[in-house]
């Protein structure tokens, strides 16, 4: 933007959020600039196989409205009570609970649909202002700091017509605001090619990084050894030398103590892990909470360093490596705690990788397909077959694996750091476009 020179002449906005704005600029009152109006509520009652589509949140996403996840209503009723709800093809709609910033227009497909409740049609009044200047003004700084000062000391987390009401549109003439929305359209999707593009080299990454996991827990590093059929349809062909068998040959595999909230007494308390403190790779240890483990039942209830910790329930397999922090910890019955049966044999870090592939594969994805909520049950878990090279290989393995990751993942960070700062400078653009920090009169 530093190409870009500033007006020649600024003024007083009288607005301490917005500072100065070009002298020939206005700043005027949101209803004044543009007609709004939230989407009725209808019930359910009132929704039919076919008809007039009912637009929901889910439809508002990207840059165009859509059909997805819509109702449908009878065009009969709609005549005689929704009529003036139905969109144009000018119109703008926002949400009123979902993220802030984010504006859609209404595609060919969506024109005489109606707005759900939720949902707040825009339509920039003729003379006033212009409609890619409504889509620029709502998804800038100016329209999010305003929501933002209504939701100071409040506890609302969405807002409506009535905040609409009370906000300003910074207003310059109208051949101005075509201009800059074009500048707007041209720089932000620019950004936003860039952007998927990273996102796309992001993906690639994170499928090479999981391409390297699962060729070393299943094929070895060593591209030269004989192999043999696994007899797992996971697994394929597997290095001659590894043993393949059950897990509970190799591991022991507890489920932890179920929480009886009626029966804590509050003596022997300790904190415990749940499920959700479990991801990938990490383990949660902040503001834990306590369950009765009474001191008979430490060995059988609490974790060591180098438990394999996994999700019995919601995603299962997930599972990451207990390091040892903050002394004793017990683990709640959603998660099994894995210890390998003779650390001579086995290493629990090259098992994280063997587990991570066959969730990767789908392998829990049939343990219970009739449950509401997905479970991988202790009995079931044992009877799995795994692939299990001698220890020494095992290690070999991990350092490879977490060698080659570190690198993918310094790309990957580094990827992700240039994704943001794209994002800052698209903002920093769009609000720059819109308050007139920058004349772009001529850039077009």
Request: with cysteine.
């Amino acid at each position: 933007m530093s190409h870009y020179r500033p007006y020649p002449v600024y003024k007083d906005s009288g607005v301490e959020w917005l500072g100065r704005v070009p002298e020939h600029w206005a700043l005027k009152p949101f209803k004044v600039c543009i007609d709004f109006q939230e989407g009725p509520g209808i019930m359910a009652t009132d929704f039919r196989e076919e008809g007039i589509p009912l637009l929901r949140v889910s439809g508002v996403q990207g840059r165009w409205a859509s059909l997805d996840g819509c109702n449908f209503l009878d065009p009969i009723k709609v005549a005689k009570q929704w009529d003036h709800f139905r969109l144009k093809s000018d119109d703008l709609l926002i949400s009123a609970s979902a993220s802030m910033g984010t504006v859609c227009e209404v595609a060919e497909d969506t024109v005489g649909a109606i707005a759900y409740t939720g949902l707040i049609r825009l339509r920039g009044r003729t003379g006033v202002i212009v409609k890619p200047y409504v889509r620029a003004q709502v998804i800038s700084s100016v329209f999010t700091i305003q929501i933002e000062l209504f939701k100071a000391g409040s506890t609302i987390q969405h807002f409506g017509p009535t905040h609409l009401s009370q906000m300003l549109v910074v207003c310059p003439p109208t051949e101005e605001q075509q201009a800059i929305a074009v500048y707007i359209d041209r720089e932000t999707a620019r950004i936003d090619g860039l952007v998927e593009k990273k996102n796309r080299f992001i993906e690639l990454l994170r499928e090479k990084r999981q391409a390297l996991i699962t060729h070393a827990v299943t094929k070895g590093l060593d591209p030269n050894v004989k192999m043999k059929d696994s007899g797992v349809e996971w697994l394929g062909e597997v290095p001659e030398h590894w043993g393949i068998c059950k897990l509970s040959f190799r591991y022991s595999v507890e489920l932890g103590k179920m929480l009886d909230e009626k029966k804590l007494t509050k003596t022997s308390l300790v904190p415990y892990l749940r499920n959700q403190d479990v991801q990938w790779e990490s383990i949660n240890i902040q503001d834990l909470p306590e369950m009765d483990i009474h001191p008979g039942e430490l060995e059988r209830y609490t974790v060591r360093k180098g438990d394999l910790m996994v999700c019995e329930g919601g995603d299962v397999g997930r599972a990451a490596i207990w390091m040892g922090e903050n002394g004793t910890i017990g683990y709640q019955k959603a998660l099994h705690r894995l210890r390998p049966r003779s650390p001579v044999t086995d290493t629990a870090e090259f098992f994280f990788f063997s587990l991570l592939t066959a969730k990767k594969r789908g392998v829990f994805e049939e343990s219970d397909s009739k449950a509401t909520i997905a479970h991988l049950p202790a009995e079931k878990f044992r009877q799995y077959r795994f692939a299990f090279p001698p220890k020494p290989e095992q290690i070999e393995i991990t350092d490879h694996v977490r060698i080659e990751s570190k690198r993918l993942d310094a790309l990957l960070s580094k990827t992700e750091l240039s994704i943001a700062l794209l994002k800052e400078r698209r903002s920093a653009l769009i609000t720059a476009a819109v308050t007139g920090q920058i004349d772009l009169r001529e850039a077009v």
